[in-house]
């Protein structure tokens, strides 16, 4: 059973539009969770991190903690061809758990 | 946010060479720094966990003789692949933890691309 999960995709998103990223996890001993972009090609780069239920906005970032539901979301507002790219979701709990990753496509 | 370094960005190497890959945090003492190996289009795979002063933990089905890690300082971790075969081909990438904070969490390295001819 994996411990952190995401959809796959990819999610296609008109330039412009809203991106919305779940991720869950399965032990709610989990204490923090992160967003990490990745590009193709390149190393995964933190984009933020949340820790306390509730929205954290960075920029056109959101992130979305809901502990008793066991799950975090990624907004990406205004989305940009830039945005193109698989997002990784992390939680960590004694060690890092990472998601499979979901891979936007941001169309013009 | 921390900076974490990795040195040679690209190597290509014959069968059975060994290659070395360092990975320095650049601006934070870090006492402990992962290894990932990813295969194109695939997810990343921790190979190991390298703390400073002690040995590696290594993940399951990762050869610790192959795969020989040294974190001899608070800024250096590195990952030697011994005797490299072309199965060895992968991007390998380290991460830094940092603590205190609210949290602890991992910066990457940029990655190092090995290609084992």
């Known amino acids: 059973q994996k411990e952190v999960e995401q959809n796959s995709g990819p999610l296609s998103v008109p330039e412009g539009a809203i991106a919305s990223l779940n991720c869950t996890y399965s032990?709610?001993?989990?204490?923090?969770f992160f967003w990490y972009r990745q590009y193709s090609g390149k190393s995964p780069e933190l984009i933020m991190s949340i820790y306390s239920n509730g929205d954290k906005e960075d920029g056109r970032f959101t992130a979305q903690l809901n502990k008793a539901s066991q799950y975090v979301s990624l907004l990406i507002r205004d989305s940009q061809p830039s945005d193109s790219a698989t997002y990784l979701c992390?939680?960590?709990?004694?060690?890092?758990?990472f998601g499979a990753g979901t891979q936007v496509v941001v169309t013009p | 946010g921390a900076v974490v370094s990795q040195h040679p960005s690209r190597v290509i190497c014959k069968s059975g060479t060994s290659v070395k890959i360092e990975c320095r945090s650049l601006d934070f003492q870090a006492t402990t720094m992962f290894w990932y190996r990813q295969f194109p289009k695939q997810s990343l795979m921790l190979m190991a966990t390298s703390n400073e002063g002690s040995k590696a933990t290594y993940e399951q089905g990762v050869e610790k003789d192959k795969f020989l890690i040294n974190h001899a300082s608070l800024t250096l971790s590195t990952l030697t692949v011994t005797s490299a075969h072309p199965e060895d081909s992968s991007f390998y990438i380290c991460?830094?933890?940092?603590?205190?904070?609210?949290?602890?969490?991992?910066?990457f390295g940029p990655g190092t691309r090995l290609t084992v001819l």
């Open positions: 991460s830094a933890l940092t603590s205190g904070g609210a949290t602890d969490t991992q910066y």
């Open positions: 992390a939680a960590l709990w004694g060690k890092f758990q």
């Open positions: 032990d709610r001993g989990s204490q923090s």
